[in-house]
């Protein structure tokens, strides 16, 4: 544990490669990535649960800045760090690259953010936040609800680290570890955050994501060009929403830019 999160890493040298999951899911969806990463990265890497998952403490109140001034405690600020985060991780990933964090970012990989939001879907996520934490008689159950929660269904099996550490047993009877209320976080202003990053960004999105369209994420790289041209876009052919877990040497080949 770092402070209020647990965190898993390894590696050695100067250079961080910070590790974020999405809503959900754990630090452990990175679990494959160990011997990928001794081929494409030269140096640490740590990977964290976000706060109100895994083995995280949760917060008093879910906000894209609040959970990214979390993840910041446990980075040395002078240390050059590259962030690879995924999904709502994307999101804190270049929250922490803007001006509110006394950070060493030198570069964002932001993987499968969804930057378009309707209101229906934000009711949905706020009326999600609202409900209380479900009990579940057996592991089986929570692990099914805990897989189609984080998107990992059909991707990670249900005895998985992944999977286990997102679970909580108390008293015979078990639940999420993830807090409810972190799906009150809302929609990200894409543009500003973009904006304020102070480092190259790259947008990527598997072929098949249903959360995100690659015009969706080439027309955030035009229009954040007349402040910021070092934001680019690409889709990985073939994979889907969690590339990171179907093929992480995919997505491990998007940080050579940046090591």
Do not use: C
């Not at 998107?151 to 990670?156: D, K, P, Q, R, T």
């Not at 041209?229 to 889709?235: R, S």
């Amino acid at each position: 544990m770092t402070g209020d999160l647990r965190m898993r890493g390894g590696g050695s040298g100067e250079r961080l490669l910070l590790l974020l999951h999405g809503l959900g899911a754990t630090g452990d969806v990175w679990d494959a990535w160990p011997p990928v990463l001794a081929r494409h990265w030269p140096g640490r890497w740590l990977a964290p649960d976000l706060p109100g998952h895994g083995g995280s403490d949760p917060l008093d109140d879910y906000s894209f800045e609040a959970l990214a001034a979390a993840v910041a405690r446990a980075v040395e600020p002078a240390r050059p760090t590259v962030v690879l985060g995924h999904s709502l991780g994307g999101v804190l990933a270049l929250a922490l690259a803007g001006d509110g964090f006394d950070l060493r970012i030198e570069a964002v990989v932001g993987l499968g953010i969804k930057v378009a939001w309707t209101a229906e879907e934000l009711d949905r996520a706020g009326a999600l936040a609202g409900r209380s934490v479900a009990w579940f008689d057996s592991p089986a159950e929570a692990a099914a609800r805990h897989l189609r929660v984080s998107g990992l269904a059909g991707l990670v099996e249900p005895d998985a680290p992944a999977v286990r550490h997102g679970l909580r047993e108390e008293g015979g009877r078990w639940r999420l570890a993830l807090d409810p209320r972190a799906f009150g976080v809302g929609a990200p202003d894409m543009p500003a955050l973009l904006a304020a990053a102070r480092v190259p960004v790259l947008l990527a999105r598997g072929e098949r994501d249903p959360m995100v369209t690659g015009a969706q994420l080439t027309g955030l790289a035009r229009g954040a060009g007349e402040h910021h041209p070092g934001v680019e876009a690409v889709t990985l052919p073939g994979l889907g929403h969690n590339a990171h877990v179907e093929d992480p040497e995919a997505v491990a080949r998007l940080l050579r830019p940046y090591r």
